[in-house]
Each structure stands twice: as structure tokens, then as C-alpha cells.
């Protein structure tokens, strides 16, 4: 789904007699789908660890999930967007059912309308969208059995947090 806005900018308007229809168009893109990768999540023996020998040897932000790399929208340079980097206990039920190793969050617009085309497919959606603070989540498996993780962000709530990023 597309939508459109239009707006005449100020320093676009014309004196009575000689105006004419002024518009800018601004398209929106509202098309349920991903739009970029927003995490990757695999198994370690020890986490900790792991987050260490990241942060020692590749120079790696680490927390108390992993690592949060910063990068700009390629559409709205100005805005910061976030991908999640974290190893996790391996064994954890968080990448249930799958029995894989690792798990991938996509970053996604219009995560309604992406599951109901996903359950028109046939997908299994393992779960049901949850919204946090910082965006709303669900989970589906793909043809191969992986688990994935669909993210629709509100970016701007990870902005404000602060905290130290891998950039």
C-alpha cells in the first residue's frame, strides 16, 4: 500500500491572479515487508564470554544483550536506526521450536499486514504480535524450520535510551 500526501510550501505561493495548483508530493510507503535485517541471535556456550572475546578482539559495544550496532536509514539519512547483535544461552526455549542454532530478526513496515499475508500463504506464525516501547514483534518459521523474528522498530525510543552503540 502506497499512500500520498501533498502540501504547497510557503515559499511556493503565488499572487492570486497567476495561481496555479502547487503541490509537492511525498509518497509513503506502507507495503507489508522487510526492510532490512534488525538482529542475529545464535547459541553460546557461555554468552558472557562470548560478549568479552566480541568486545576484546573486534571492538564490539557490548551490554547486557550484546551489542547494538547504530546505522543510518539509506531513505531518511537523518534517522538512526538499530541492529541487535546477541548470543544466548545455547539451549534457550527463545528459538523454540526451531532446533537451529541461530535465530534472524528482520526489520519490517506494516507488520499487520505482513501476518495476514503470511497466514494467507500458509506460514506458521508461532506467536501473536506484541507491542513494547520500542516497536512491535512476532515470530513465524520459515521453510526450512528456522525460527524468525519480524520487528516492526520505533527507532527513535532506542535514540533515547542512549547507551553505547557499535557504529
Known amino acids: 500500500m502506497v499512500f500520498a500526501s501533498c502540501s504547497t510550501p510557503s515559499s511556493q505561493v503565488e499572487p492570486e491572479e497567476n495561481k496555479e495548483t502547487s503541490t509537492s508530493v511525498s509518497i509513503i510507503d506502507t507495503t507489508p515487508r522487510v526492510t532490512g535485517i ?3 541471535f545464535f547459541f553460546s556456550e557461555s554468552p558472557n564470554k562470548t560478549k568479552e572475546w566480541y568486545a576484546e578482539n573486534l571492538g564490539l559495544e557490548t551490554n547486557e544483550w550484546g551489542s ?4 543510518r536509514n539509506a531513505n531518511r539519512p537523518d534517522e538512526t536506526n538499530y541492529l541487535q547483535w546477541s548470543p544466548f544461552k545455547k539451549g534457550s526455549a ?11 530478526n528482520y526489520r519490517v513496515q ?3 499486514g505482513l501476518v495476514r499475508n503470511l497466514r494467507a500463504n500458509g506460514v ?8 513494547y516501547d ?5 515470530h513465524i518459521m520459515d521453510a526450512e524450520g528456522n525460527k524468525i ?9 532506542f535514540t533515547a535510551m542512549g547507551g553505547k552503540t557499535t557504529k
Open 68 to 71: 547494538s550496532f547504530e546505522f
Open 149 to 157: 523474528e519480524l520487528w516492526e522498530p520505533i527507532d527513535s525510543v
Open 94 to 104: 527463545y528459538f523454540a521450536p526451531s532446533t537451529k542454532e541461530f535465530m534472524i
Open 38 to 40: 534488525g538482529g542475529i
Open 124 to 131: 506458521t506464525i508461532t506467536d501473536s504480535i506484541e507491542t
Open 134 to 138: 520500542y516497536g512491535k514483534f512476532v
Open 110 to 112: 506494516n507488520i499487520e
